[in-house]
C-alpha cells in the first residue's frame, strides 16, 4: 500500500469530532469548519492526483446547488481520470468519498469534477431530458433514454417531476438501464 493512502487511513478522526457532532445534530458550520473539511478534502484529493502525476493540478473549490462542496481539478491532459463516459470519474469519486469520511469520521457531501466535466454532462443531461419530453408530448409516445448512470437517471427524473404531461421510470439492468418518459 501507499504511503499517502495509508497515512490517510490511519490519520486520526478524533481532531474532527467536533465538527462531526454538530454537523449530524444539523447545525450550521462556521466558514472555519468548512475550510477545515475542505482542507481535508483538497488534502485526499491530492493524494489521489499523486497516483496520476497531477499532484500539483490547481483544484477550484465552490459551493453546489445543494450545499456540497465541489472541488474541480483544472488541469490540461487530465482525460484519463474522466474515463469513457465518465465512469473512471465515477470510480474516483467514491474512493474519494470513503477516504474523506474515513479522515473525517463523518460523510460530508463533498464532489470531485476534472475540467467541469461533471457540470457540463449535469446541463446536457438536463437537456435531453426536456428534450425528449417534448417529444412524448408531440410525437403521442413513449422515449427512452440511453443508459445513464444512477446519478444522470435521477437528474432526468428531477428535471421532469414537475411536467404534469410526462411521467418517468427507469428499466433495465445494469449498466444499461435507463429512463423511459411516458405520456401521462
Known amino acids: 500500500m501507499s504511503d499517502e493512502i495509508q497515512e490517510i487511513e490511519e490519520s486520526p478522526t478524533g481532531e474532527y469530532a467536533a465538527i462531526a457532532e454538530r454537523y ?3 447545525e450550521e458550520l462556521t466558514d472555519e469548519e468548512l475550510d477545515t473539511i475542505a482542507d481535508v ?5 491530492r493524494d489521489l492526483l499523486s497516483f496520476f502525476d497531477a499532484r500539483e493540478s490547481p483544484i477550484d473549490e465552490y459551493e453546489g446547488d445543494e450545499g456540497e462542496l465541489i472541488l474541480d481539478v483544472t488541469a490540461p491532459d487530465l482525460a484519463v481520470l474522466i474515463g469513457r463516459h465518465g465512469r473512471t470519474l465515477e470510480s474516483l469519486q467514491t474512493i474519494f468519498s470513503l477516504l474523506v469520511s474515513r479522515k473525517l469520521g463523518f ?3 463533498v464532489a470531485v469534477d476534472v475540467e467541469g466535466y461533471k457540470s457540463r454532462r449535469h446541463d446536457k443531461v438536463i437537456s435531453m431530458a426536456h428534450s ?5 408530448v408531440r410525437q403521442h409516445s413513449t422515449v427512452s433514454l440511453p443508459p445513464m448512470s444512477a446519478y444522470e437517471r435521477r437528474l432526468v427524473h428531477i428535471a421532469l417531476r414537475d411536467n404534469d404531461r410526462v411521467d418517468t421510470h427507469s428499466e433495465g439492468a445494469e449498466p444499461e438501464r435507463r429512463v423511459v418518459i411516458t405520456l401521462v
Do not use: E, F, M
Open 24 to 26: 449530524k445534530a444539523g
Open 132 to 136: 425528449a419530453a417534448s417529444r412524448a
Open 41 to 45: 478534502a483538497v488534502s485526499v484529493l
Open 107 to 109: 460523510r460530508y457531501p
